[in-house]
């Protein structure tokens, strides 16, 4: 039976022609889970939980708040509110009487990258009725009947928790005091779907709460998934609500809240009250349903309540988190701003660190380079093109019949001699590791998994979890063993996985996990893990798990003298310490390429902000118009691959005609002049969290007609994209923000007022992009091979000014791959114009990297006129430099001899 199965599942995997689009047959809906429909169904505004008064213990010096709650049917609940830096505050809940049957899973130990710091608060008024108390800036409020916790800014309110109600927890019981508790167990104790059963031993355990954003007229986040940026009113559509729960959904549609590959509970809001964020910590299937409430927006009242933010008056936003199990436990993220909010977010989940330089160049992958000789023709036809790339990739065919670190020894018989080769010339390979491991005695790795107890065990809890996916019957290793991930992480060692060099990075593929006899083509809920834990508790923190496996193995690897690079599918809060991301199976339409960029910013805003989409589309064929706009999207994109699906027609850049090769490669040349700026920007990324590639409203909160906006975004705060993504489209519209902003063209430094819709034509070779006034921006203009070869190489820097003649930015650079900048072995620079004088200092923790690099053109865009003279403000020597009048740009030749070296310079007018 279960072969049958897995055969007919096989066959719809690898045979995607016959098959349109997704089978959402094979999915839940919400109507489909019984959780989801019992939490769904709760009647609003019925009050059920109560704050015992006799209870609340504030201990102020600790940061700790405590207190116990009642439900209707006399089960108390511990409750405790800890009050965090920067105004966060954490709200956790479990069962305190009767004890429960069972425990309740917490992610926080790999979630959170450290214990958030509790800081102390004040009790500023307490009572029989509620307890008033104050973190930083930001107030906490308990009402005790019903329970309702609020936090407020200067004593006003911007969220209020369980306003509805709707606040439900399960307390684990015994299968006959549940019966008793008149709930009907059919369906609630087991559940059926499709022909697979759920045997829930431990029974309903659900939590749920709904939080009210006040004043907001926009709520983004909650990765991944195929849909535009604001999320949409999930109660007003008669749809589901957003589905967190990681799936490998075969040809996903766009437009669509359906769950995909990856689960970041997170949401931010924009509106009255700025930004504020959310943060529903847990790895159990998760939905969210939201609903925008506009009471009075667009009365004479409404309007003269408008704030700053234009918040349309006293609207407000309702949603309602629900999840299988797990603890109750969430952090409110007081912002005020977009950018606050990714911060505090940063500093509970962590960023991720600096990505090796060549990371971030461009990749060529496809399912799948056939062979050795593929793989030389391949970079040998780049080399040819003139295409610069720093890794190319091998997808599953490499190994000797899907069994991970193995090579196929026919099709790869020196894989070291190819690596090396590689290395040569400054390219990287990167193969693809999965976690599903062929079930086969004489494969070492399964055979010592199996051995030492480390795979998954099913319901019954004794025997292998089994399941089908690339290798056939395959297991799965139990991640959440920290003894599994270190056998996991040897595996990658040199001496451990054979015809590997160091030269060899990972893609972990199918981590959801995927399992294609499972149920949703995952694994089964009641399978189990070390501990007792069932899959059901740290579903969505399995992907988290292998990369984290990963990531310490290559650093093991090279006694931690370099940064790994990982790239996964599945991610959950605190991914993006170990791991890049891309958005997983699309597919070669224009309807998937309109949605990179919001998925892109979605992830982002999901504090990982290394990801990028298959340029050109996993499954079908792209036209080479659809593949060339694809580049133009990618080369703008933190991380930049080309994938195809095995049964597509091959697509290296130099297969659509000469003219389509020559813009192909200006993207990607784009990319590696800007290779400075995206590291400065990664750099920038581990000091803040701030998204990589952004909203517009991320950088614009002001300006209200960015808040609907998704299909153009910021490239840090110094770079607006508008790709196109339609067919034939000769001119298209461009949104500049802020209207005390001035752009200008990247190219031809054509100049827009900001707050203005201009029409941009876009003939093929253009892509719409747009430099902001006040910028200064590094780029390195000497293309070579790879992102490395000369790290001599010399800078370029744009002055682009905005309406006071005044810029400002700054380069972060170091040696590209070690750790040794955290030695101090690095640079910053800090560049700005202002009062006519041009200056480059060290940056306040300018570090000791040593490089021959030079300035070797500064290009000043947007003056107001041509100075009569340019001169080093120390010597008075005058610089040499070249007026454009068309542009009126200004070019000094170069003006510095080391790009370290301080220099002032003056214009004269
Ligand atoms: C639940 O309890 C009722 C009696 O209250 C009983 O008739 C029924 O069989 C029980 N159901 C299950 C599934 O235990
Ligand atoms: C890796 O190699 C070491 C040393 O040769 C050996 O002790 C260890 O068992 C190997 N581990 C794995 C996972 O292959
Ligand atoms: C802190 C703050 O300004 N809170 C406001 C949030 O928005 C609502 C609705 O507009 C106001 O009532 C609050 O005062």
């Given amino acids: 039976m279960v072969l049958d199965i897995f055969i007919l599942l096989c066959l719809l995997v690898l045979t995607p022609q016959t098959v349109i689009a997704v ?10 889970s019984n959780f989801c429909q019992r939490n769904r169904n709760l009647p609003e505004g019925e009050p059920r939980y109560h704050v015992f008064p006799s209870s609340v213990t504030p201990e102020p010096d600790k940061g700790i708040l405590s207190f116990h709650i009642k439900d209707n049917n006399g089960v108390t609940l511990f409750a405790v509110l800890q009050t965090l830096q920067q105004g966060i505050l954490r709200f956790s809940l479990k069962e305190f009487h009767p004890v429960p049957t069972h425990e309740r899973f917490s992610p926080s130990e790999f979630s959170l990258d450290n214990e ?32 309702q916790l609020s936090a407020l800014r200067e004593g006003q309110p911007f969220v209020v928790i369980n306003k509805r109600n709707l606040m439900n927890f399960e307390p684990f019981m015994s299968k006959d005091d549940w019966n008793a508790s008149g709930v009907d167990v059919e369906g609630t104790w087991e559940e059926n779907f499709k022909s697979h059963r759920d045997s829930n031993p431990f029974g309903p355990s659900s939590i749920g709460i709904d939080v009210r954003f006040l004043g907001a007229k926009h709520l983004y986040g909650l990765p991944e998934h195929s849909d535009g940026l604001s999320l949409s009113d999930t109660k007003s559509d008669g749809g589901d609500p957003y589905r967190l729960y990681n799936l490998d959904v075969f040809e996903y549609e766009v437009n669509n809240r359906m769950a995909l590959y990856g689960a970041v509970p997170l949401v931010y809001s924009i509106g009255a009250n700025g930004s504020n964020g959310f943060f529903w910590l847990n790895a159990a299937e998760t939905w969210v349903d939201v609903q925008k409430v506009s009471d009075g927006g667009d009365s004479v009242v409404g309007s003269l309540l408008n704030s700053v933010f234009n918040s349309g008056g006293s609207s407000y936003i309702d949603t309602h988190w629900m999840s299988e199990t797990g603890l109750l436990d969430f952090f409110i993220l007081p912002g005020p701003t977009p950018s606050s909010v990714s911060e505090q977010y ?19 992958c496809r399912w799948n380079y056939k062979d050795q000789e593929d793989v030389a023709q391949v970079d040998a036809n780049l080399e040819a093109n003139l295409i610069p790339y720093d890794a190319i990739w091998l997808d599953i065919e490499h190994t000797d019949g899907k069994k991970y670190f193995t090579w196929d020894a026919n099709k790869f018989p020196d894989s070291i001699a190819m690596l090396d080769k590689l290395a040569e010339r400054n390219h990287k390979l990167v193969v ?19 051995e030492r107890g480390y795979l998954v065990k099913s319901s019954d809890g004794s025997s292998d979890y089994e399941g089908a996916c690339w290798p056939g019957g395959s297991s799965w290793p139990d991640f959440l063993s920290q003894e599994v991930r270190q056998y996991w992480s040897e595996c990658y060692l040199v001496e451990n996985y054979s015809g590997s060099t160091s030269n060899l990075h990972v893609w972990n593929d199918m981590n959801e996990p995927s399992v294609f006899t499972g149920p949703e083509v995952t694994m089964h809920k009641d399978a189990v893990h070390m501990g007792g834990w069932e899959h059901r508790d740290i579903h969505n923190l399995y992907g988290l798990l292998v990369t984290l496996g990963t990531y310490e ?30 958005t997983g199976d699309n597919e070669a339409s224009w309807g998937h390429l309109k949605i990179v960029v919001p998925m892109v910013l979605q992830m982002g805003l999901g504090g990982i902000p290394f990801v990028g989409s298959d340029v050109g589309g996993f499954f079908k064929h792209p036209s080479p118009e659809l593949l060339v706009r694809w580049y133009q999207v990618g080369a703008y994109s933190p991380f930049f691959r080309q994938h195809a699906h095995i049964d597509t027609p091959r697509r290296e850049p130099w297969l659509f005609g000469e003219d389509n090769l020559r813009i192909i490669r200006d993207a990607i040349t784009d990319r590696y002049q800007l290779l400075p700026y995206w590291y400065t920007l990664f750099y920038l990324h581990t000091q803040s969290g701030a998204p990589v590639v952004r909203p517009l409203w991320y950088e614009f909160p002001e300006d209200y007609n960015t808040w609907d906006m998704y299909e153009q975004a910021m490239v840090g705060s110094a770079i607006m994209i508008s790709p196109v993504t339609e067919i034939g489209q000769a001119s298209q519209e461009v949104y500049f923000p802020d209207e005390d902003s001035i752009w200008y063209d990247k190219k031809s430094f054509v100049r827009f007022t900001g707050g203005e819709t201009r029409s941009v034509s876009t003939p093929l070779d253009k892509i719409p992009v747009f430099l902001r006034g006040g910028s200064v921006i590094p780029f390195r203009m000497r293309v070579r091979r790879s992102s490395n070869p000369n ?27 070690s750790f040794s900048y955290k030695d101090g072995n690095y640079l910053i620079r800090e560049f700005s114009y202002k009062n006519g004088e041009f200056s480059s200092a060290a940056g306040a923790t300018s570090g000791g990297f040593s490089t021959k690099s030079w300035i070797e053109r500064i290009l000043v865009i947007g003056l107001k006129g041509k100075p009569i003279k340019v001169a080093l403000s120390s010597s008075g020597d005058e610089l040499f430099t070249k007026w454009d009048l068309d542009s009126k740009t200004l070019e000094i030749r170069k ?9 002032k310079i003056r214009f004269s007018f």
């Fill in 791 to 817: 790290p001599d190489d010399p800078f370029t820097l744009y002055v682009v000014l905005d309406g006071k003649q005044e810029a400002s930015g700054c380069l972060y650079w170091d040696d590209g791959h």
């Fill in 553 to 582: 193995g290559l650093l093991m690897r090279s006694k931690h003298q370099e940064r790994p690079f990982i790239l996964t599918r599945s991610v959950f809060p605190g991914s993006q310490r170990y791991s890049a991301v891309w």
């Fill in 23 to 32: 089978d959402k047959g094979n999915f839940k809906t919400c109507s489909q």
């Fill in 432 to 450: 693809i590791i999965d976690p599903h491991i062929k079930r086969e005695d004489n494969y070492r790795i399964y055979k010592e998994l199996k």
């Fill in 895 to 903: 003006p510095v001899e080391n790009i370290k070296t301080d220099v």
């Fill in 116 to 147: 958030p710091t509790k800081l102390p608060f004040k009790v500023l008024s307490q009572s029989d009725t509620q307890i008033y108390i104050q973190n930083g800036e930001i107030q906490a409020q308990i009402e005790f009947s019903p329970f």
């Fill in 346 to 364: 940063s500093q509970l989940t962590g960023v991720t660190p600096l990505p090796a330089l060549w990371s971030l160049g461009y990749h060529q």
